[in-house]
């Protein structure tokens, strides 16, 4: 069974920095789609994605601001978040996708439980 476990949530004052991690937990795909959302399962935004090519999104709010990057060997994913802001508070998810990146991001076939940012000014 496919499980996505988030850590490294938490409150910051603005311009800090927070890192999160998300650990796939019996995940037997080698091509996959996965990334870190908001609003997620019901109505999910990307934050920052990595598709099967290696090709990675970023949110236009995020660019210059956020780092996405995965440890292949480890199954975890990372967001490295600095210059974080007030409105970049609430939850995250990690989500994955069997093959690319689906564009109706509310069909991808797996979901964490997300993890809470708190940003304070």
Not at 63 to 68: D, V
Request: with cysteine; net charge negative; proline share 4%.
């Amino acid at each position: 069974q496919v499980r996505l476990v988030e850590s490294g949530g938490g409150s910051v004052e603005a311009g800090g920095s927070l890192r999160l991690s998300c650990e796939a937990f019996g995940y037997p795909y080698t091509s996959y789609c996965i990334g870190w959302f908001r609003h997620a399962p019901d109505e999910p935004e990307r934050v920052a994605s990595i598709d099967t090519d290696d090709e990675i999104i970023y949110a236009d709010d995020v660019k210059g601001r956020f780092t996405i990057s995965r440890d292949k060997a480890k199954n975890t994913l990372y967001l490295q978040m600095d210059k974080l802001k007030p409105e970049d508070s609430g939850m995250f998810y990690c989500g994955s996708h069997r093959g690319n990146c689906p564009l109706r991001l509310r069909t991808m076939d797996y979901w964490g439980k997300g993890i809470l940012v708190t940003i304070s000014s």
